[in-house]
């Protein structure tokens, strides 16, 4: 995997997804266990705005040069959805 890659196209990923009204509260590189592990935490209203997302980000122009960095960047995806803990 080119990390170069990956790294020059995530602020546009970014950007594309806070186009949609997602925000990006925490982005972490494990330091330790499987290499190049990250993980992003975002806050969405909701599973229909993780949807709406999705279809936004295919939108740009230039999509079609993005989709194969994200296709090789992603090994192993894991989608959970969580809500505030009322102690926290």
């Known amino acids: 995997m080119n990390s170069s890659?990956?790294?020059a196209s995530a602020p546009h990923v970014k950007?594309?997804?806070e186009q949609q009204r997602w925000r990006?509260?925490?982005g972490l590189m494990f330091q330790t266990g499987r290499l190049n592990t990250l993980v992003h935490i975002w806050s969405i209203?909701?599973?229909n705005h993780f949807s709406e997302g999705i279809a936004g980000l295919?939108?740009?122009p230039d999509f079609?040069?993005?989709f194969p960095i994200l296709c090789e960047s992603?090994?192993?995806e894991r989608l959970s959805f969580a809500e505030d803990a009322s102690y926290a």
């Open 64 to 66: 079609p040069e993005l």
């Open 74 to 76: 992603v090994v192993d």
């Open 24 to 26: 990006l509260n925490m």
């Open 15 to 17: 950007a594309i997804l």
């Open 5 to 7: 890659n990956r790294n």
């Open 45 to 47: 209203r909701d599973m």
């Open 58 to 60: 295919k939108k740009p």
